[in-house]
Antibody, heavy 118, light 110 residues
Framework: QMQLQESGPGLVKPSGTLSLTCTVSGGSIRSSTYYWGWIRQPPGKGLEWVGGIYSTGATYYNPSLESRVTISIDTSKNQFSLKVNSVAAADTAVYYC??????????WGQGTLVTVSS | QSALTQPPSVSGSPGQSVTISCTGTTSDVGGFDRVSWYQQPPGTAPKLLIYEVSYRPSGVPDRFSGSKTGNTASLTISGLQAEDEADYYCSSYTIISTVVFGGGTKLTVL
């Protein structure tokens, strides 16, 4: 059973860069059956898909965030990462990493709260 | 991409059935049989209930069922139980190879 775990700072200053890593255990991130993505949820609000990456490095991003977001993958460490530039209070959210099967999220990490504040 | 449209809330009594709708466009829900549903109790990560419109992962009770007509997908929960009280989200693959979620529906078991 694959498991996913987010890690990274819980507090980021406005205009700074949010950086998170997702470590995958119990299976290989190189699997062609899956791809890997990030989803966020502002406090008290709904889910927003941020973007995803295949083991080949091909990426797809939410058009509303694309100019500020970078997702990368490190197959040697079984990890993938998220960077969001020029953050503001609206980027405060619980960030989930998720395995995608059949093109949609199927297994989620527990989530990590990132607060943007000075 | 615009969020899929779900009713903000639904409710039902134990033992009853409820249906949650998820309306999109021909560029997402209507264009692909790639619709999933998730259950999210407060303070927890979402859990997959339905994939590819109507398939249940192992361990999900058959009280949960999914369907789709045109641009609208639906989740039906039959034999409501108190433990079903949670937020429910739909998601769809899109024509630009992204994923879009619905706004979420809060289910209250009366």
């Amino acid at each position: 059973q694959m498991q996913l775990q987010e890690s990274g700072p819980g507090l980021v200053k406005p205009s700074g860069t949010l950086s998170l890593t997702c470590t995958v255990s119990g299976g290989s991130i190189r699997s062609s059956t899956y791809y890997w993505g990030w989803i966020r949820q502002p406090p008290g609000k709904g889910l927003e898909w941020v973007g995803g990456i295949y083991s080949t490095g091909a990426t797809y991003y939410n058009p509303s965030l694309e100019s500020r977001v970078t997702i990368s993958i490190d197959t040697s460490k079984n990890q993938f990462s998220l960077k969001v530039n020029s953050v503001a209070a609206a980027d405060t959210a619980v960030y989930y990493c998720a395995r995608h099967a059949r093109l949609l999220p199927d297994q989620w990490g527990q989530g990590t709260l990132v607060t943007v504040s000075s | 991409q615009s969020a899929l449209t779900q009713p903000p809330s639904v409710s039902g009594s134990p033992g009853q059935s409820v249906t949650i709708s998820c309306t999109g466009t021909t560029s997402d829900v209507g264009g692909f049989d790639r619709v999933s549903w998730y259950q999210q109790p407060p303070g927890t990560a979402p859990k997959l209930l339905i994939y590819e419109v109507s398939y249940r992962p192992s361990g999900v009770p058959d009280r949960f069922s999914g369907s789709k007509t045109g641009n609208t997908a639906s989740l039906t929960i039959s034999g409501l139980q108190a433990e079903d009280e949670a937020d429910y989200y739909c998601s769809s693959y899109t024509i630009i190879s992204t994923v879009v979620f619905g706004g979420g529906t809060k289910l209250t078991v009366l």
